[in-house]
């Protein structure tokens, strides 16, 4: 009993104060100066970025920058990987925009609407955290999250495009009609001042990314336009500017909306808990293989679930794990969570007092930020990786990929249309499972006859049969089984080899038994070998392995081959079963010789 107390006790530590695991460390003074600069690095990083993906999600940056303080803290404290950098991406920005734009809702109510949608998302991961929920985000296989992932890239960076030219064009209902808006807005309404400052702000950033990796140079590419803004008065040439930011520290409320629209924001608010939570959680395992750290799926659910929480009631917008800044504090040195803490602080530090020096800032070098961040997202060769393991996955990459690009910004559909061919291609796929004839091969392995173009023999059947035995496919095996039975009408014994076989269903237990029944009706003795324990207790359970008989079962193929020798003698053929070699070695005295 006190065994199970003091476990109850370091779960309950695990859970709900994790950082007790990293906290000690800091009293080490290399931990501490490493994170301390790793979290400075990060903020360079975080503060610009911040503020764009608020402008990507349709909300003013200082919104960015309240998504961006407490946000990076608490997910730090309750979260279960140690580098993890946290607060407002690219593609959950977007879906929040695409979540709001269809409700035509005023500014007022979009901030608010914002939040709400982040403490949705806040609650639906601390309660699939808690209850160990993570397992869900599984259904977002890779080749799903690929086909979205590369499609959101190329959907965040076409939008900025009209930023960058100083166009305000037309918003359609699909992608395709808003870039057809701005394709013909381009002759008449381009602006150059803003066309020159957003090539300028572009320019910059991939020189700074391509010869000085190690500095932040969105931090300098930042400060470098605002200058330049400011030196050549880009505003009174018509250049859009951020203009005066909300000084001082978010306060904290209860966002309220309207009854009616709370259903719209529920499946978007369940998608970007699912879909933060994968693009987080897959940074993180990136990670922890080079640091060998233990991560907790659910913990990290309950971790980015609580800084929801905090971004929704402070002001912000929903958030996720940022794959750029988290390299940025690898690289940087980042020990433990301490370095994201030092990141919110620092932001902290910016709301109260150095907000008046983002005033000239031009809305043409956020989109340039935003461009440059999410390209990096577009990788084509997972596309033909996936085809190469499985043409099935990377169908689904593709059809993934264009149904987001074509419903966008509607993403979420993209997902549908993806989870729901990756559930069904596993149906498709164990509809009908490998089944094979076995027989000994030169190297001592059971091998596919047909395959290997190995004798069999006419009157003893050696089956395997891989996959799970339920519903959808017992039917397909019961013919299998039939088929090869009428191929061989001398046949007296049939083995059939259930080590495949993880999970049985009430289908499946009904077939065997049916199967065995027309097995002794006709003469055939009907046995099994290697089943698994859960599938033999089933059997135990449903009465089958009595009706079948004890004897019936075998652990091992050799025994049931040996018991076969025992009872028939030269009545059957089991050369092509064994070995001309002595194996008695590989059989136990306790073998099973009845049948």
């Known amino acids: ?94 879906m929040t925009a695409a979540a709001l734009i269809p409700l035509n809702l005023s500014v007022e109510q979009y901030i608010v609407y914002a939040a709400m949608l982040a403490v949705l998302a806040g609650v639906i991961q601390v309660m699939l955290g808690l209850l160990r929920l993570g397992v869900l985000v599984d259904f977002l296989s890779h080749p799903v999250v690929i086909g979205f992932t590369n499609a959101a890239a190329i959907v965040i960076s076409s939008l900025q495009i009209g930023k960058l030219l100083g166009i305000d064009a ?78 001082g520290l978010p306060s904290f409320t209860i966002p309220v909306i309207q009854t009616e629209h709370l259903s719209n924001l529920l499946m978007p608010a369940f998608m970007i808990a699912l879909l933060s939570f994968v693009e987080a959680f897959s940074i993180a395992k990136a990670i922890a293989s080079k640091t060998r750290q233990h991560l907790s799926a659910d913990q990290e659910m309950v971790g980015k679930g609580l800084a929801n929480l905090v971004a929704g009631f402070s002001h912000g917008y929903a958030v996720s794990g940022s794959f750029s800044r988290t390299a940025v504090a690898f690289d940087a040195g980042a020990k433990t969570g301490f370095a994201a ?115 069999t023999s006419p009157n003893v059947a050696f089956f395997r049969y891989d996959g799970d035995l339920y519903f959808a496919n017992a039917g397909y095996l019961e013919r299998r089984i039939l088929n090869a039975v009428a191929d061989k009408p001398e046949l007296k014994v049939l083995v059939l080899d259930l080590e495949a076989i993880e999970q049985i269903d009430a289908t499946g237990e009904e077939m065997l038994s049916h199967m065995s029944e027309r097995l002794e009706e006709a003469g055939i003795e009907f046995c099994i070998t290697r089943p698994k324990f859960k599938v033999e207790d089933a059997l135990k359970r449903s009465g089958l392995y009595d009706v079948i008989g004890e004897e019936h ?43």
């Open 341 to 455: 803490i030092v990141s919110g602080l620092i932001v902290g530090i910016t709301l109260l007092f150095l907000t008046p020096l983002l005033y000239y800032l031009p809305v043409a070098t956020l989109a340039a930020v935003i461009i440059v961040a999410v390209v990096g997202l577009i990788h084509l060769q997972p596309f033909k990786h996936a085809w190469v393991v499985n043409p099935h996955d990377g169908l689904v990459a593709l059809v993934v990929f264009l149904s987001t690009l074509y419903f966008a910004p509607h993403l979420e559909w993209g997902i549908f249309i993806g989870v729901g061919l990756s559930v069904g291609f596993y149906i498709f796929r164990t509809l009908k499972p490998h089944f094979a004839e076995l027989a000994l091969n030169k190297d001592g392995t059971y091998r596919d006859a047909k395959i290997f173009g190995l004798e």
């Open 170 to 247: 037309e918003s359609g209902s699909h992608l395709y009609e808003t870039l057809w808006n701005l394709l013909i807005a381009i002759p008449d309404k381009t602006h150059f001042p803003t066309l020159a400052m957003g090539g300028f702000s572009l320019i910059l950033l991939v020189l700074f990314k391509k010869y000085t990796p190690k500095l932040p140079g969105i931090l300098f590419t930042v400060v470098i336009a605002i200058l330049t803004s400011w030196l050549i008065g880009f505003d009174t040439m018509g250049g859009k500017i951020v203009a005066e930011i909300e000084k």
């Open 1 to 94: 009993m006190q065994s199970y107390l003091i476990q109850f006790l370091i779960d309950a530590r695990n859970r709900f104060i994790p950082f007790l695991d990293w906290i000690h460390e800091l009293k080490k003074p290399e931990v501490l100066k490493a994170d301390i600069i790793a979290g400075i690095t990060v903020a360079l990083v975080l503060i610009p970025q911040s503020m764009a993906y608020a402008q990507l999600a349709g909300l003013p940056p200082q919104m960015g920058l309240y998504s961006a303080f407490l946000v990076p803290i608490i997910a730090a404290l309750f979260g279960s990987s140690r580098q993890l950098q946290n607060g407002p991406v690219a593609i959950i920005s977007l």
């Open 553 to 595: 079962f075998f652990g091992k193929r050799i025994r049931a081959i040996n018991a076969i020798k025992k009872k028939y003698g030269d009545q059957v053929d089991v050369n092509h079963l064994i070995f001309h070699k002595p194996v008695e070695e590989e059989i136990d005295s306790e073998q099973k010789t009845g049948l």
